[in-house]
Structures are given as structure tokens and as C-alpha cells.
């Protein structure tokens, strides 16, 4: 970590993408900021502006140099340097609105049969915990989606109890159903897909967490409020069926 840094901090990625980086921990205020940040530049983005992937610290911008001077004032600074001024302005403007973003809590129904997760056991004894108690704890949290990535709308969340915290498995599964939800560590997850992985699986929602037949492919994105809900194994076949 360099101490010498001061947050908000911008600088280049590449030639035709930039970084604003809000800190250089993890937690929710840094998120709402980054949150807001996305939203202002999403309403009124700047010319040359294609778009903005955020992380758990901060956001990626990528944008057409030639569109930016194109439609730059002045030709004596370069397309970074025109970039660089207008995402000072976000930053700044992010900070005095970043209360009145609003988060979306979406309900997720997962079943935690022994079928579904396999893991539930592992879980439960590597925190000398019961199965009933790990599904309580997990079921009953609050999780932030932070960000997408690892697969088509994998959601990185936080705010697990680390009470119910196991390291990943030491041999990958080459195969994980899609909508299985998992543990890794301090965190959980949901895989949207069939995809080789090495979480602890706790159980399975029959949710479809990306589809290219919606108009918007991920059920999730950052911003989003999960609540996990437990359903009986004739309840989820019940909504498999259904979707």
C-alpha cells in the first residue's frame, strides 16, 4: 500500500481508459461513493465516454481518444489530460450526493438441501457449527454486490458473517451446477453458470442469475441488496420448472 496516495485517485490505465480510485479498502461507504460516481456518469457522460466497470475500491473508465478531441475545446491538452479534468468534476459532485443513491434489495431463494449443497456439512463442522445453524446465519445476512466478474454476472459480495467463513476446497470440482450458492473464505457467492470452481457449495437457487434472453442478461449489479431465502427442495424444483 503506498501511503503517499491521496483518494480520490485518478490515474491512466491505458491510452483509452482511466482508473478513479476511491480507496484502498473494502467497505460500503467507499461503495455508495463509487455507486454515485457511476450514476453521474452515466446520466451526463462526456464526450467520448463508452463505459465504466466498477471494482471493490473503485471504477475503470474507457473512452474513444479521437471522439474526445473531437469535441474538446482546446487541441493543447491531450485526450487524457481532457478526461483526467472531467472526472475531477465526478469526483467532486460524487461527494456531495453520494447519500441519495438508492439500493435495490433483491430476494434470492436458495434451497439448502444436502442434495443441492454438498458442502453444507464441511461448513457446518469446520465451524463446530450445526447445518440448521449455518443455513440461520447465512440466510439471515444482508450481502452487497459489489461487482461482477469471474463469469457472466458472478456477483462479488460482502457482508457475511465470518462465523460461518471456510477456505475454498483444496481440489476444484471441474463442474459446479449453475445457481449454486457457495462459500470461499469470507465470502459468498451464487455461479450463474455451469463452470469448473472451488467453493464451498451450501446450496442452490433456481433463479437465473444471467440470461442473454432478458433485455438485461444479469439478474444482479453492483448496487444490489441480497437476502437469501430458505425454500424446500419441492418448492425450488417447483420454480425451476417455472423459469
Not at 480507496?23 to 465504466?52: K, M, Q, S, V, Y
Not at 440461520?136 to 457482508?159: A, D, K, N, R, T
Not at 457449495?201 to 441480497?226: A, V, Y
Request: glycine fraction near 6%; charged fraction near 20%.
Amino acid at each position: 500500500m503506498d501511503t503517499n496516495v491521496s483518494y480520490p485517485h485518478i490515474y491512466s490505465l491505458s491510452e483509452t481508459s482511466m482508473v478513479v480510485q476511491f480507496a484502498d479498502t473494502i467497505n460500503p461507504d467507499t461503495h455508495l461513493r463509487i455507486l454515485t460516481f457511476i450514476d453521474l456518469i452515466t446520466r451526463n457522460p462526456f464526450p467520448g465516454f463508452i463505459e465504466c466497470v466498477p471494482s471493490y475500491t473503485g471504477v475503470a473508465i474507457f473512452y474513444k481518444p479521437t471522439d474526445v478531441l473531437a469535441n474538446a475545446p482546446t487541441t493543447l491538452l491531450s485526450p487524457s489530460d481532457l478526461v483526467r479534468q472531467q472526472l475531477e468534476e465526478y469526483t467532486a459532485e460524487s461527494a456531495e450526493h453520494s447519500a441519495s443513491v438508492s439500493q435495490e434489495t433483491i430476494e434470492i431463494p436458495v434451497c439448502y438441501d444436502l442434495s443441492l449443497g454438498p458442502d453444507l456439512q464441511e461448513v457446518a463442522e469446520h465451524n463446530s457449527l450445526t447445518i440448521d445453524e449455518v443455513i440461520q446465519i447465512h440466510s439471515e445476512g444482508v450481502y452487497q454486490v459489489y461487482m461482477l466478474g469471474f463469469s457472466p454476472g458472478f456477483p462479488f459480495l460482502g457482508g457475511m458473517d465470518e462465523a460461518i467463513a471456510t477456505p475454498r476446497k483444496k481440489q476444484p470440482r471441474l463442474t459446479i451446477p449453475a445457481g449454486s450458492v457457495g462459500i470461499a473464505g469470507k465470502q459468498t457467492g451464487i455461479y450463474p453458470m455451469q463452470t469448473p470452481g472451488g467453493w464451498q457449495l451450501i446450496g442452490q437457487t433456481p433463479f437465473k442469475l444471467f440470461d442473454l434472453n432478458r433485455n438485461e442478461p444479469s439478474l444482479l449489479k453492483p448496487g444490489h441488496l441480497i437476502r437469501f431465502t430458505p425454500i424446500s427442495l419441492e418448492e425450488f424444483n417447483e420454480l425451476k420448472e417455472r423459469d
